[in-house]
């Protein structure tokens, strides 16, 4: 059952690109859903998935947007047939001190980090249930679990996850489907390459490891457990982070 369909959401991010092509290298078909409006990356992301050929294509989502969710996973759904797998790992930030956030920075990180993820869970759990077998991986942060200056949105949407992440676990543990969170440290990513130097310095230096993580090493956890033989890990959170927590 190498073949089945996977749905990538922020499928041409940071970590998304490479969790499309860990998927797409276990043999899944990939789905990169991800806005429309990043015209440029839409582009530079078929180039670099070029060599994967038909096995990843792109398909434009905004996860925000319940219809656009619908239509996305009917989509798939006539062209490649059931969604198996899930990945939500479309996410936003938009860091400032409480004292200063206007309800817009909160909303658009809740609507997209928290109920974004909803949005699609919400339209692939039935069929995944009626299949017997499904993959959801959410991917949360290590803020969502330590708190971070300048991310009370944030936190708050990534520390949700893990609580839907278990309780969705929950509801369908008998029916062959899982539900993990993936929770990276700081990635050598866009996002992170756009916190000021002098923090992102200061970060780096009490990671334990010494460095950023790779994005490839986020995507070999959520290939990890969307495998066919992780069956029995379910409702978990999988902290990648360089030994992050050991600093605390
Ligand atoms: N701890 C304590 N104090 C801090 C601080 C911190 N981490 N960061 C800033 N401060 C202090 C400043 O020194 C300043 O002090 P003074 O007022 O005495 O000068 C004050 O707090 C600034 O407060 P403001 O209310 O003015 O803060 P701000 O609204 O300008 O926000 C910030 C500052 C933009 C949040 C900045 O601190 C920042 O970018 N921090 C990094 C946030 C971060 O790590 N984001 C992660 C993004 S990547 C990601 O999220 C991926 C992932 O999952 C890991």
């Known amino acids: 059952m190498n073949d089945r369909v996977a749905v990538v959401t922020g499928g041409i991010g940071g970590l ?3 969790i499309c092509k860990a998927l797409a290298r276990a043999g899944r078909k990939v789905v990169a859903a991800d806005l429309a409006s990043r015209g440029e990356r839409v582009d530079e992301f078929r180039k670099e998935v070029a060599s994967f050929g038909e096995q990843i294509r792109f398909e434009p989502l905004n996860v925000a947007d319940r219809k656009d969710c619908a239509s996305l ?20 930030t938009r860091d400032t001190s409480l004292r200063k956030m206007d309800a817009t920075h909160w909303d658009d990180v809740i609507n997209i980090n928290l109920s974004g993820v909803f949005n699609l869970c919400r339209l692939v759990v039935d069929g995944m ?9 959410n991917i949360s942060s290590v803020n969502g679990q330590t708190g971070q200056f300048g991310q009370t949105n944030y936190s ?4 949700g996850l893990h609580g839907f992440t278990m309780a969705l676990a929950r509801e369908v543990a008998r029916k062959g489907v899982t539900v993990n969170s993936v929770s990276p440290g700081y990635c ?4 992170v390459r756009a916190v000021p130097e ?15 993580g790779e994005p490839r090493e986020i995507a070999r956890t959520v290939s990890f457990l969307t495998d066919e033989d992780a069956g029995y890990i379910t409702g978990a959170n999988i902290p990648v982070n360089g030994g992050y927590f050991m600093s605390f």
């Open 198 to 212: 002098d923090i992102r310095k200061q970060i780096v230096a009490s990671i334990p490891v010494g460095r950023l």
């Open 156 to 159: 708050a949407a990534k520390a």
């Open 73 to 92: 996973i009917e989509r798939v759904g006539k062209q490649d047939g059931p969604v198996s797998i899930l990945v939500n790992s479309a996410g936003i």
């Open 188 to 191: 050598d990513t866009p996002m």
């Open 16 to 18: 998304g690109t490479e």
């Open 129 to 137: 249930t009626n299949q017997g077998f499904g993959r959801i991986v």
